[in-house]
T-cell receptor
Framework: GAVVSQHPSWVICKSGTSVKIECRSL??????MFWYRQFPKQSLMLMAT?????????EQGVEKDKFLINHASLTLSTLTVTSAHPEDSSFYIC??????????FGPGTRLTVT | GENVEQHPSTLSVQEGDSAVIKCTYS??????FPWYKQELGKRPQLIID?????GEKKDQRIAVTLNKTAKHFSLHITETQPEDSAVYFC????????????FGAGTRLAVHP
């Protein structure tokens, strides 16, 4: 149980374009989903918290107009990186929470902006 | 803001030895402490967790201890194997709702045959 999928697993895009990443909980309903960013050899940095049917809560320093989050259902959250630039290149990982506190991670999406 | 400190940043052990990773948290309201294992290029996997009403929890070769007074918690791996080599992250829950976690910086464990 507690399987989280993420799509795509990797994407290359040109500077100025937008990229959408999907996060799905496959065998449970996720009351909350989280989006993280991870730089090479570094820890997980929480970007935003997403609750179904409500606006996402962004961490300090994360631009909400650049990283658009939509949580349309209890099994799907999307992150759209708008007007991507090379500095947005990173590993983006989502997690989903069914029970209080427990988070299960997706496999991550490696974004490269050229 | 709240933070979690994790030590050591790297740990090298011989196969069969024990490995201990320690974390300290700052939010006194934290009540959930998971440990994740992340292999290169893969997702973090929850390997064990502990809640604040428990002082110790064990699962085969892995154990976690919690000292709420000192705000310390530790991961203990016994009889290490090469497949235990990975980066381990500790985390602590944040008060204020939303089930948020704050992560330590990670420990790169290398188990040498």
């Amino acid at each position: 149980g507690a399987v989280v999928s993420q799509h795509p697993s990797w994407v290359i895009c040109k500077s100025g374009t937008s990229v959408k990443i999907e996060c799905r909980s496959l065998d449970f309903q996720a009351t909350t989903m989280f989006w993280y960013r991870q730089f090479p050899k570094q820890s997980l940095m929480l970007m935003a918290t997403s609750n179904e049917g409500s606006k996402a809560t962004y961490e300090q320093g994360v631009e909400k107009d650049k990283f658009l989050i939509n949580h349309a259902s209890l099994t799907l959250s999307t992150l759209t990186v708008t007007s991507a630039h090379p500095e947005d290149s990173s590993f983006y990982i989502c997690s989903a929470s069914e029970r209080v506190n427990e988070q299960y991670f997706g496999p991550g999406t490696r974004l490269t902006v050229t | 803001g709240e933070n979690v400190e994790q030590h050591p940043s790297t740990l090298s052990v011989q196969e069969g030895d024990s490995a201990v990773i320690k974390c300290t948290y700052s939010d006194s309201a934290s009540n959930y402490f998971p440990w994740y294992k992340q292999e290169l290029g893969k997702r973090p996997q929850l390997i064990i967790d502990i809640r604040s009403n428990v002082g110790e929890k064990k699962d085969q070769r892995i154990a976690v201890t919690l000292n709420k007074t000192a705000k310390h918690f530790s991961l203990h791996i016994t009889e290490t194997q090469p497949e235990d080599s990975a980066v381990y992250f500790c985390a602590a829950s944040l008060s204020g709702g939303y089930n948020k976690l704050i992560f330590g910086a990670g420990t790169r464990l290398a188990v040498h045959p």
